[in-house]
């Protein structure tokens, strides 16, 4: 594996401005410096026009390993620079894609990389991303998708899908996760892979997520008041819920409003949001662990986590990606990195749920493994609400 980085200054237009283009020299000498200092011998750094530089990574074993020069990129690179009377504190955001994964063509490499990047910057700076193929949907598309999600609130097209979670020693079932659908009038039903992301770049997740967690908490106490057992709902959050920093009093006014009990209700967060913006997030999580809420930290594995972050974070479960799941048990090394997840959140003391989980064998190797419990194809796919009302009432162990 290759990996292709796109690294640009956050703010250095600002920077040359202020202080003059001598001092904005320096700093992009420095960079390539720094930049040289963070990668291995057989590596390449190239500064491609004004602030942005280039870095090749060449056959890497696993493209996680590239998260070593992310690494140190966010901690070593916000490390003061001294010009003259001038001392500067400087971060960069980074786009991230991998050969022959995300692309075989340098050009398309770059791009997505750049891509990605830009996806960095617009969370926040002083961060990075991986590309992912949603990315790029095309201009018209986005621009129609955007404009009709915009009204599928009020026209009723988005509905959810529930999914059980099962616990893996005594088969019961412990919780529901919600999943978002919407069933566009000409389109068809699309993806929350594909709309999520939309919603996000435009802010329209915020509505989005209030009605998702609001018809979530009624349907959950529905299911309490009828006496169908389903253990917690799990509601996914996405990183700009947090951002805005309303998060804990829409739980809380959702809670009272529908009458849940707050130990009904999880929401999964996830691993790259947290990780990036931990300090930011963790009081908003700490209230909503105040409230009774539980957290899990989802896609778990596919982020770079600081284990320092983990500890301190207010989280009850760690949800194994799923795509360390798909491969067990062919794959060594993904039955490895599952291993050492539900050894690592066992020993902070978290739950630890795989979801994915579609065949037998895994999750026999799971529940070797002493994962608690897993969620996939294997038990159910994502029901509608009546579907999912018959398994509930249905269901006597597997
Ligand atoms: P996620 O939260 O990690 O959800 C798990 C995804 O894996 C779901 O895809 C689910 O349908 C799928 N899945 C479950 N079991 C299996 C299995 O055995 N095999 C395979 N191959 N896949 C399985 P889905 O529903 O398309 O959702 C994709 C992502 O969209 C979710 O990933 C989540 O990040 C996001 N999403 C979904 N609903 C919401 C929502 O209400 N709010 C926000 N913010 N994000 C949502
Ligand atoms: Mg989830
Ligand atoms: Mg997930």
Same mark, same amino acid.
């Given at each position: 594996?290759?990996?292709?980085?796109?690294?640009?200054?956050?703010?250095?237009?600002?920077?040359?401005?202020?202080?003059?283009?001598?001092?904005?020299?320096?700093?992009?000498?420095?960079?390539?410096?720094?930049?040289?200092?963070?990668?291995?011998?057989?590596?390449?750094?190239?500064?491609?026009?004004?602030?942005?530089?280039?870095?090749?990574?060449?056959?890497?074993?696993?493209?996680?390993?590239?998260?070593?020069?992310?690494?140190?990129?966010?901690?070593?690179?916000?490390?003061?620079?001294?010009?003259?009377?001038?001392?500067?504190?400087?971060?960069?955001?980074?786009?991230?894609?991998?050969?022959?994964?995300?692309?075989?063509?340098?050009?398309?490499?770059?791009?997505?990389?750049?891509?990605?990047?830009?996806?960095?910057?617009?969370?926040?700076?002083?961060?990075?991303?991986?590309?992912?193929?949603?990315?790029?949907?095309?201009?018209?598309?986005?621009?129609?998708?955007?404009?009709?999600?915009?009204?599928?609130?009020?026209?009723?097209?988005?509905?959810?899908?529930?999914?059980?979670?099962?616990?893996?020693?005594?088969?019961?079932?412990?919780?529901?996760?919600?999943?978002?659908?919407?069933?566009?009038?000409?389109?068809?039903?699309?993806?929350?892979?594909?709309?999520?992301?939309?919603?996000?770049?435009?802010?329209?997740?915020?509505?989005?997520?209030?009605?998702?967690?609001?018809?979530?908490?009624?349907?959950?106490?529905?299911?309490?008041?009828?006496?169908?057992?389903?253990?917690?709902?799990?509601?996914?959050?996405?990183?700009?819920?947090?951002?805005?920093?309303? &998060?804990?009093?829409? #739980?809380? +006014?959702?809670?009272? $409003? =529908?009458?849940?009990? @707050?130990?009904? /209700?999880?929401?999964?967060?996830?691993?790259?949001?947290?990780?990036?913006?931990?300090?930011?997030?963790?009081?908003?999580?700490?209230?909503?662990?105040?409230?009774?809420?539980?957290?899990?930290?989802?896609?778990?594995?596919?982020?770079?986590?600081?284990?320092?972050?983990?500890?301190?974070?207010?989280?009850?479960?760690?949800?194994?990606?799923?795509?360390?799941?798909?491969?067990?048990?062919?794959?060594?090394?993904?039955?490895?990195?599952?291993?050492?997840?539900?050894?690592?959140?066992?020993? &902070?003391?978290?739950? #630890?749920? +795989?979801?994915?989980? $579609? =065949?037998?064998?895994? @999750?026999?190797? /799971?529940?070797?493994?002493?994962?608690?419990?897993?969620?996939?194809?294997?038990?159910?796919?994502?029901?509608?609400?009546?579907?999912?009302?018959?398994?509930?009432?249905?269901?006597?162990?597997?």
């Amino acid at each position: 594996t290759y990996a292709v980085m796109f690294l640009d200054i956050d703010y250095f237009k600002m920077i040359n401005d202020s202080f003059g283009h001598s001092v904005g020299d320096r700093l992009l000498q420095e960079t390539a410096h720094r930049l040289l200092s963070y990668v291995r011998e057989d590596d390449s750094v190239i500064r491609i026009s004004g602030d942005e530089f280039v870095i090749l990574m060449e056959d890497l074993n696993r493209p996680e390993d590239a998260t070593v020069v992310v690494d140190k990129v966010i901690t070593e690179f916000q490390k003061e620079f001294s010009f003259k009377n001038h001392h500067l504190k400087i971060t960069a955001s980074m786009g991230i894609c991998f050969y022959p994964q995300d692309a075989s063509e340098p050009a398309e490499l770059l791009r997505n990389a750049d891509t990605a990047m830009y996806r960095a910057k617009k969370d926040g700076r002083n961060t990075y991303q991986f590309y992912k193929k949603e990315m790029t949907t095309n201009a018209f598309e986005r621009i129609l998708l955007e404009s009709s999600l915009r009204h599928a609130i009020e026209k009723e097209e988005l509905y959810l899908n529930y999914q059980p979670q099962i616990d893996l020693r005594n088969k019961k079932i412990i919780g529901v996760e919600v999943l978002l659908r919407w069933n566009h009038p000409s389109i068809g039903i699309i993806s929350p892979a594909k709309f999520i992301p939309l919603a996000e770049e435009s802010g329209l997740i915020t509505d989005i997520g209030e009605w998702v967690l609001n018809t979530a908490c009624i349907q959950a106490k529905d299911w309490v008041d009828r006496g169908i057992e389903f253990g917690r709902i799990a509601v996914n959050v996405a990183g700009p819920q947090i951002k805005r920093g309303d &998060l804990v009093k829409s #739980v809380k +006014a959702n809670l009272e $409003e =529908t009458g849940l009990p @707050a130990g009904r /209700l999880e929401l999964e967060v996830t691993e790259g949001y947290i990780m990036q913006h931990a300090d930011r997030a963790i009081e908003q999580l700490n209230e909503i662990k105040g409230l009774g809420v539980t957290l899990a930290i989802d896609d778990f594995g596919t982020g770079y986590s600081s284990l320092s972050y983990l500890k301190e974070l207010p989280i009850h479960k760690l949800k194994i990606d799923q795509s360390f799941v798909q491969d067990i048990p062919n794959d060594q090394n993904d039955m490895a990195i599952s291993k050492a997840v539900i050894a690592l959140g066992t020993s &902070l003391g978290l739950t #630890v749920i +795989a979801e994915g989980v $579609e =065949t037998q064998s895994q @999750a026999i190797f /799971l529940a070797e493994a002493d994962c608690h419990e897993a969620q996939g194809y294997l038990y159910s796919r994502p029901l509608d609400k009546d579907a999912v009302e018959r398994f509930l009432s249905d269901y006597n162990g597997m």
